[in-house]
């Protein structure tokens, strides 16, 4: 089954104890994004990757990095998480062209305290 | 740059009623429109999008939007409503100069509720 997976779904941490938030796709896709997801917001780009060892700033990248060692997986680090990182965050891929549409993962409830 | 306004956070309606979520958009270039459902618990999906040709789009679940581009508008509508269409629905643009389907900027969600 085609799908994006992230990993964990929930996830309880103190401020400043480093995380990661795992994604992988089985699509073979090139594009990979994350996204936060805020009440009032919607959904806020955080950064995104064309490709293997090409990744880019989205709107909110402050707080954040990510890495794209190999096309299936888009890993989301907080180094130094606080509290107004809590959110939920998604990840999605497409394929190339108009007629690839975003796939999203189910999403992981972040919460820093 | 582009924006997205979808203007009603939330929309209650009954079932079997018709229920219309408004989408209206700023570009200074061409566009790529799409409607996203988030289901309780869920990722987003995508339900319609509209690329070109007739302005008219339709999804297989009975949803329809229209691009106005006078009045920069893509809302989104059914004409009867289902119990299982409660969700909430993202308005979503991408301009023709950065790119298709990917790189998308969304709207702040609508949460349609539909009541027996």
């Known amino acids: 089954e085609a799908q994006v997976t992230q990993n964990p779904r929930y996830l309880i941490t103190v401020t400043g104890k480093k995380l990661t938030v795992t994604c992988s796709q089985n699509m073979n896709h090139e594009y990979m994004s994350w996204y936060r997801q805020d009440p009032g917001l919607g959904l806020r780009q955080i950064y995104y990757s064309m490709n293997v060892e090409v990744t880019d700033k989205g709107d909110v990248p402050e707080g954040y990095k990510v890495s794209r060692k190999e096309k299936r997986n888009f890993p989301l680090i907080l180094e130094s998480p606080s509290p107004n990182q809590t959110s939920l965050y998604f990840c999605?891929?497409?394929?190339?062209?108009?007629?690839?549409?975003?796939?999203f993962g189910n999403g992981t409830r972040l919460t820093v305290t | 740059a582009q924006s997205v306004t979808q203007l009603d956070s939330q929309v209650p309606v009954f079932e079997e009623a018709p229920v219309e979520l408004r989408c209206n958009y700023s570009?200074?270039?061409?566009?790529?429109l799409f409607w996203y459902v988030q289901y309780p618990n869920q990722g987003l999906q995508l339900l319609l999008k509209y690329l070109s040709g007739s302005t008219l789009v339709e999804s297989i679940n009975g949803f329809e939007a229209e691009f106005n581009k006078s009045q920069t508008s893509f809302h989104l509508r059914k004409p009867s409503v289902h119990i299982s269409d409660t969700a909430e629905y993202f308005c979503a643009v991408s301009d023709i100069l950065t790119g298709g389907g990917n790189k998308l900027t969304f709207g702040t969600g609508t949460q349609l509720k539909v009541e027996l």
């Open positions: 570009s200074s270039v061409s566009v790529y």
């Open positions: 999605a891929s497409s394929g190339r062209g108009l007629n690839s549409p975003l796939h």
